[in-house]
């Protein structure tokens, strides 16, 4: 398996555009996360999917990001209007299990790496 | 709600000396716990996971890991440390409930200097 990939790992924007990073994970797992890593916050959860369906979207920053998962194989992370400050690593992993499993391990894409002007 | 505490954001060793990564968890539950390691432009990579079994914990490249409850202790250790060591390492907890997901430490960063 190629393993988690992450499309686009660089964008530089400007201020107010949209931007739209996309995922596609291990074939057969049945979670995915996006995760956002910056120098000041580290790694922050944004959502979590489980079999397609959004679970806790409680870390989304705010109304301006939106994460889709249309099928099991795709995910998208939206940003509309992007700030200097989404400046930052986007990552994507998936995990293969039900919920609440411990033992279940994140496998992460290489990540995305925003740079809003 | 589970947290994870990384003490230190910067470690420096020589190479061959001891290397000593601390990490203490809370959790209301008994957690699982994971370090995970960073090499630069990189995505996380598992070193190792304790999900309650034994204790001390064995994941690749020579690093292993203890669990102490007493102590609410995961540290990370490795006997000899190699110039490819250097990278940023995270632990993180996860509990056995519910939809749990990961939390992450801030994270240390590993200097290893010749």
């Known amino acids: 398996d190629a393993g988690v990939i992450q499309s686009p790992r660089h964008e530089v924007t400007e201020m107010g555009q949209e931007v739209t990073l996309r995922c596609k994970p291990i074939?057969?797992?049945?979670?995915l996360f996006w995760y956002r890593q910056t120098m000041m916050r580290g790694l922050e959860l944004l959502i979590y999917f489980n079999n397609n369906v959004p679970i806790d979207d409680s870390g989304m920053p705010e109304d301006r990001f939106s994460a889709k998962m249309p099928n099991a194989s795709f995910s998208t992370l939206k940003i509309q209007p992007s700030e200097p400050r989404d400046s930052a690593v986007y990552f994507c992993?998936?995990?293969?299990?039900?919920?609440?499993?411990?033992?279940?391990?994140?496998?992460f894409g290489a990540g995305s790496r925003l740079t809003v002007l | 709600a589970q947290s994870v505490t990384q003490l230190g954001s910067h470690v420096s060793v020589s190479e061959g000396a001891l290397v000593l990564l601390r990490c203490n968890y809370s959790s209301s539950v008994p957690p699982y716990l994971f370090w995970y390691v960073q090499y630069p432009n990189q995505g996380l990579q598992l070193l190792l996971k304790y999900t309650s079994a034994a204790t001390l914990v064995k994941g690749i490249n020579g690093f292993e890991a203890e669990f102490k409850k007493s102590e609410t202790s995961f540290h990370l250790t490795k006997p000899s440390a190699h110039m490819s060591d250097a990278a940023e390492y995270f632990c993180a907890v996860m509990v056995n409930s519910g939809y749990s997901t990961l939390t992450f430490g801030k994270g240390t960063m590993l200097l290893v200097s010749p």
């Open positions: 074939s057969g797992h049945n979670s």
């Open positions: 992993a998936s995990s293969l299990g039900g919920s609440g499993s411990g033992a279940n391990v994140l496998t």
